[in-house]
Every structure is written in C-alpha cells, then in structure tokens.
C-alpha cells in the first residue's frame, strides 16, 4: 500500500519559515519524481515546487529537497506571506510510468499574524 504523509504545517506570522516533510512508503521512491502543490479555499489546486522550475509566486522563497534514503521530500519555506496560507500536498509521479501518482493527505499552512 502506497502512503504519503505529509507534516510540518501549522500557523506561522507573516516573515516566518516551515519545513513541511513527505514520507513515502510503499514505493521505490528513488524512481518517482516528487512535487509539492497546494491548494487555497476556492481556488484550484496549484503546483508550487518541481524540481527544475518553482512557481513565480514562491521563486527564492521556497526550496525543495529531497533525503532518497529516508524516503523523504521537503518543502523548507521562508518569508511566508498571507498568501502562502493553503493546504499543501505531496505528490509522487514515476519517471517514467508516469500514469502512476500517488497523493498524500496534505498539510495546513496557515500564515497570520
């Protein structure tokens, strides 16, 4: 059984950081492509950290990484906005089967004063 659980979210001020972790099991993690989205009430769901190219919104804000041998990705966030605050949700694509992609179960960030 394929799992992604994600943590590390919570209520932070404006200017603040979290580091949100993914822990994978059930899959050969090294073979899939880790992401990191999120999702704000009433909007879509949004892809925020690829590996090769962040959204604009968080470009030298956000930083993600990967520890293979942990199974584990990480979204490490820095000058946290208002705008900022969303669900966010680890995602696994294969590299190269990429029909299969897993979701975790997403983490609040919630970003105020």
């Known amino acids: 059984q394929v799992q992604l659980v994600e943590s590390g979210g919570g209520l932070v001020p404006p200017g603040g950081s979290l580091r949100l972790s993914c822990v994978a099991s059930?899959?050969?993690?090294?073979?899939?492509?880790m992401s990191w989205y999120r999702q704000a009430p009433g909007k879509e769901r949004e892809l925020v950290a690829p590996t090769t190219d962040y959204a604009d919104s968080v470009k030298g804000r956000f930083t993600i990484s990967r520890d293979n041998a942990k199974n584990t990705v990480y979204l490490q966030m820095n000058s946290l906005k208002p705008e900022d605050t969303a669900v966010y949700y680890c995602h696994a694509a294969h590299a190269t089967f990429r029909w299969r992609i897993y979701w975790g179960q997403g983490t609040q960030v919630t970003v105020s004063s």
């Open positions: 059930g899959i050969t993690f090294s073979s899939y492509i």
